[in-house]
């Protein structure tokens, strides 16, 4: 539908296209996209998230960190052998989260950007 169409559709029209058009991104490959670009998130960080997002990032991070601390404070539970490792693990992964959730925007790059 080209622009001239668009601008004479009937408002109930133009809800239905963008209704469609949000829901577009749960089919399989753009469920795909959605998953690749949250996996980019969470382990390689951005500059150009929400605040939301970096909240949820945070929360995500605590979480790790109480799993963690929770496996290497655990002296009576199991192997120390079997629960360092992990619990250390959870903690590395937990610092990850947590820097790349404090990270500040960049406003040079948003400029540079366009509209990335």
């Known amino acids: 539908m080209n622009a001239n169409q668009h601008k004479h559709q009937h408002p109930i029209e133009k809800l239905a296209d963008e209704v469609k058009r949000k829901q577009s991104n749960v089919t399989y490959p753009d469920v795909l ?3 690749r670009n949250v996996d980019a998130l969470l ?3 951005s500059r150009h998230i ?3 997002q970096r909240a ?5 991070s605590l979480a790790f ?5 929770l ?7 199991g192997s120390p052998w079997l629960r360092l490792p992990f619990g250390l693990a959870a903690i590395g992964i937990s610092c990850k989260l947590f820097w790349n959730s404090i990270r ?3 406003p040079s790059k948003h400029l540079a950007g366009g509209n990335q």
């Open 33 to 35: 996209l959605n998953a």
């Open 43 to 45: 382990w390689k960080g």
């Open 50 to 52: 929400t605040r939301i």
């Open 56 to 60: 949820g990032v945070l929360l995500l």
């Open 65 to 69: 960190l109480l799993v963690g601390i």
């Open 71 to 77: 496996f290497v404070g655990n002296v009576t539970f």
């Open 104 to 106: 500040k925007n960049d």
